[in-house]
């Protein structure tokens, strides 16, 4: 029988959480009292809901039943000290009873008012009347029954032994229930107003900080194309007027710039993009500025195959190559390699590196960066909180920048 009831519990437990945590699946419940209960969870605001799951995980299973037994406990000890301040009206089972009826069912209903305070606080009018009432209308038909039992009491009599109880009655659940009801009530509506502000102000702390985050990108953008679109046209323009030992590197920069500026083009349009796109963008960069430098830049590309579709947020890596080049590979006299990777490490997180073999970072800017690096980690910041970005000195030469991106970086940002 015990285990009968115990599997019988758990599968309802399992129901409800799952409900809580799935509205929707109520609907999908057979007809009946089962269904009926889903469908008032279902009403229940989204707080409401999450406060009431994480209090059924934390109580569910022998967490229910070891609660249950210490509240049968101190309404039992309540009921054995009501026995000695009144021994003479009270004896040792009535007492003990009375207590665990009473403190049970008082128990049940702060329970239901602590997961259902929304609705209590909206139709508060309705609420207090019925727990007023239906206690005193009850209490009426007891006294009036009884008296009718007892056979020698008249109408009157009966009538008035009635309303003497149903007035204990609905004074009782007044004190008992109405009171601490109510108390419940206006705390937890002040506690679901504060969260639901607190949420509020996340969500638009979240939004602008986005909004932020958009507005830099699309100044870097901008910073990036006449400033680079500038120097390349001035040096496409210097290898024509060399004639034509000059006009063969001039086509091949000019193509290596409408190559670039597609890539670009196409990925400025979009937050994320694929890996293998990011990719083809570094490389057209890469290939302008070596026929710009000439052989003082060189470059490695690798990108795995099962990477090349990951989805990372649009010119993070193109950012961190600029930088290698402007502070790194520009300043020194005979130049150096920048080499651009990605892998996955043994925690199952994507590791994107730009390497360079420049002059290194100052002693002033090791720790931190210029805005590019800021907005760089702004934006991973945003794609996801586990995301991050590195940039410190190589032992031997250079600098070395890691952004640590986990696998599923495209559901995290979207």
């Excluded at 419940?29 to 889903?38: E, F, N, Q, Y």
């Excluded at 929304?118 to 008296?147: E, H, N, S």
């Excluded at 702390?205 to 500038?230: C, N």
């Amino acid at each position: 029988m015990w285990k009968k009831f115990a599997g019988w519990y758990r599968c309802y437990d399992d129901e409800t959480l799952r409900v809580l945590a799935h509205p929707d699946t109520a609907a999908q419940l057979p007809h009946g009292w089962r269904r009926w209960v889903a469908l008032r969870l279902v009403t229940l605001t989204p707080i409401e809901r999450q406060q009431f799951h994480a209090f059924m995980l934390k109580y569910r299973g022998a967490g229910f039943y070891l609660a249950a037994a210490r509240l049968v406990l101190l309404f039992s000890i309540v009921g054995v000290v009501l026995h000695l301040l009144l021994p003479d009206k009270v004896g040792w089972t009535k007492a003990v009873v009375l207590s665990n009826v009473l403190g049970l069912a008082m128990a049940w209903g702060v329970l239901g008012v602590w997961f259902n305070y929304r609705k209590l606080a909206q139709k508060k009018f309705k609420t207090l009347l019925l727990l007023l009432l239906v206690p005193a209308l009850g209490g009426v038909a007891i006294g009036v029954l009884r008296a009718i039992l007892e056979g020698n009491s008249s109408i009157g009599v009966a009538i008035e032994r009635g309303a003497r109880v149903g007035g204990w009655a609905a004074l009782t659940a007044g004190l008992v229930y109405m009171i601490p009801m109510t108390i419940v009530v206006l705390w937890r509506n002040r506690q679901y107003e504060a969260l639901a502000l607190q949420l509020q102000q996340d969500a638009e702390r979240d939004r602008l900080a986005r909004e932020l985050s958009e507005s830099q990108l699309r100044l870097l953008r901008a910073q990036i194309e006449p400033h680079f679109l500038f120097n390349t046209l001035g040096a496409v323009q210097q290898l024509a007027e060399q004639g034509a030992s000059g006009a063969v590197q001039a086509a091949a920069l000019t193509a290596n710039l409408i190559a670039f500026l597609r890539a670009s083009l196409a990925e400025m349009r979009a937050d994320q993009v694929p890996l293998q796109t990011e990719f083809d963008v570094v490389q057209a960069y890469l290939q302008v500025m070596q026929v710009r430098m000439g052989t003082r830049l060189s470059f490695r590309l690798d990108l795995p195959p099962g990477l090349a579709q990951m989805q990372v947020p649009s010119m993070i890596l193109l950012t961190l190559v600029e930088n290698a080049i402007k502070h790194g590979i520009e300043p020194s006299l005979r130049g150096g390699e920048i080499a651009v990777s990605a892998l996955l490490d043994a925690d199952g997180a994507m590791r994107l590196r730009v390497q360079d073999t420049g002059v290194g970072l100052g002693a002033a800017s090791a720790a931190g960066g210029g805005l590019g690096l800021e907005n760089v980690r702004r934006r991973l910041q945003l794609a996801a909180a586990a995301a991050s970005l590195h940039v410190q000195n190589r032992e031997d030469e250079g600098v070395l920048a890691e952004i640590v991106l986990p696998m599923n970086i495209k559901e995290l940002a979207a």
